[in-house]
């Protein structure tokens, strides 16, 4: 199944569901407050989809034929996929419940349901979506621009992350403050900030590994 891919904005939910009913009736609901909705019969239908990246979340039903809607959010939680899941089920229960909330669900409902309850859990989650996906997009734009950095340069934001004044990561590093200063200016220019507290911010935004490269 291949879907559209015309406006990256506009957000998209994706129902999988056994029951056709259920899914009918659900991507209607959707639409008819200009959701666009995709439904699928399987979890298997769904992985093997062509799925455009867009905002949105999926609404998952718990028990199916194969694999379950919580195999699927385990699939795709160790795939690095963030997109927010609201579990719709008719035999739900409390450790079931426990279960899919600690591993990330947004929400976790019981059929029936109300229309608005489950249009407020749909919202919600986009609305997580697109934020998430904002961080993301500011953390690889922060990552190019590191990747512009010299090794003195990244060694040098490092010690401006940890607060230290200008001589003192002259003595650290063994140059003059007078160089400091200028791999300051440079640094700061590459990564685009206006100030020490957004440098600090940006930093903070790093990957671990990155903050932890030759910090020993």
């Not at 999926?58 to 927010?84: C, E, F, K, W, Y």
């Amino acid at each position: 199944m291949s879907i559209a891919a015309d406006n990256v904005d506009r957000p998209l939910v994706l129902i999988v569901d056994d029951d056709e009913e259920v899914r009918s009736a659900l991507e209607e609901l959707l639409l008819s407050v200009g959701i666009d909705a995709c439904c699928f019969g399987s979890t298997q239908d769904l992985l093997h989809a062509d799925l455009p990246d867009r905002p949105g979340c999926l609404i998952l039903d718990v028990r199916m034929p194969g694999a379950s809607g919580l195999d699927l959010q385990q699939h795709l939680a160790s795939n690095g996929n963030t997109r927010p899941i609201i579990f719709l089920t008719g035999h739900g229960d409390i450790a079931m419940t426990v279960h899919a909330m600690k591993a990330g669900a947004a929400d976790f409902l019981t059929k029936p349901v109300r229309d608005q309850t489950l249009l407020d859990a749909v919202t919600a989650a986009i609305e997580k979506d697109i934020s998430l996906r904002t961080v993301a997009r500011h953390i690889k734009q922060h990552l190019d621009r590191y990747a512009k950095l010299t090794p003195r340069e990244r060694e040098v934001l490092r010690e401006v992350a940890k607060g230290r004044l200008n001589k003192q990561i002259a003595f650290d590093l063994g140059i003059s403050e007078i160089t400091v200063k200028l791999h300051r200016g440079n640094l700061t220019k590459k990564m685009q900030a206006t100030s020490v507290g957004q440098l600090i911010r940006i930093w903070e935004l790093l990957p671990a590994e990155i903050q932890q490269e030759n910090s020993a």
